[in-house]
Structure formats: structure tokens, C-alpha cells
């Protein structure tokens, strides 16, 4: 089992930047890939940015890539998105995943077996 405990949410201004951190803890070391998505009431989770945990390769959607971005540290079994240049429709709950098989398809949510509780981030204009 792997628990991951997202922090760093919080209110900003359009224009901000924000640095979400999910910290992992179990058999972390066991773990393929960790991925960012995020929510919006209504809406199915949309992945914004995912990395393999042994190798650090990266995958993002087009619509965040540049603005957002998704880094590790394998010591601390910390992930970490950095979310620059923030949009109000950036306003979401935004949730860490951890999936423990190889995958081809990191952008899917069920290829995670692990979540986070959410954390929401809000952009106001």
C-alpha cells in the first residue's frame, strides 16, 4: 500500500505561480509512475502532468505544457507541480496518483491504484 498526502493549495491572483507537494509513504519504492490531475465540479479528472519514478521521463497535455511542471525527489518520495502563469480555469482539486505497473498510458486515470485526498487550488481574477 502506498498512502500520498498532497499540499500547497491554496488561493491566488491570475498571474501567480503555486508549487504543489505530495509526499508518498509505504512501498513507495515499488512505484512505476506518479501523475497530477485535477477536478472541477461536474467533470471528470483531467491529468495535467505525469513522471516515471525511477527514470523522471515526463508526459503533459498540450493545454498545460510550459506552465506547468512536474518534478521529483526520489530521497524525500516527494512529487511536486510547479504551476506557473496561473488561468482562473486553473481553479481545481487538484490530486497526486501513484500507479505501481508500467504503463503506456499515464494521461489515463485508471492506470493509477493510489490517490490523494485533493487539494484545491483557486485563481481569482
Known amino acids: 500500500q502506498v498512502q500520498l498526502v498532497e499540499s500547497g493549495g491554496g488561493l491566488v491572483q491570475v498571474g501567480d505561480s503555486l508549487r504543489l507537494s505530495c509526499v508518498a509513504s509505504?512501498?513507495?519504492?515499488?512505484?512505476?509512475?506518479m501523475g497530477w490531475f485535477r477536478q472541477v465540479p461536474g467533470k471528470e479528472r483531467a491529468f495535467v502532468a505525469g513522471i516515471t519514478w525511477s527514470g523522471g521521463t515526463t508526459v503533459y497535455p498540450g493545454s498545460v505544457k510550459g506552465r506547468l511542471t512536474i518534478s521529483k525527489d526520489n530521497a524525500k518520495n516527494a512529487l511536486y507541480l510547479q504551476m506557473n502563469s496561473l488561468k482562473p480555469e486553473d481553479t481545481a482539486v487538484y490530486y497526486c496518483?501513484?500507479?505501481?505497473?508500467?504503463?503506456?498510458?499515464?494521461?489515463?486515470?485508471?492506470?493509477?491504484?493510489?490517490w490523494g485526498q485533493g487539494t484545491q487550488v483557486t485563481v481569482s481574477s
Open positions: 496518483a501513484a500507479a505501481r505497473k508500467p504503463t503506456f498510458a499515464m494521461a489515463y486515470a485508471g492506470s493509477y491504484n493510489y
Open positions: 509505504g512501498r513507495s519504492s515499488d512505484l512505476y509512475a
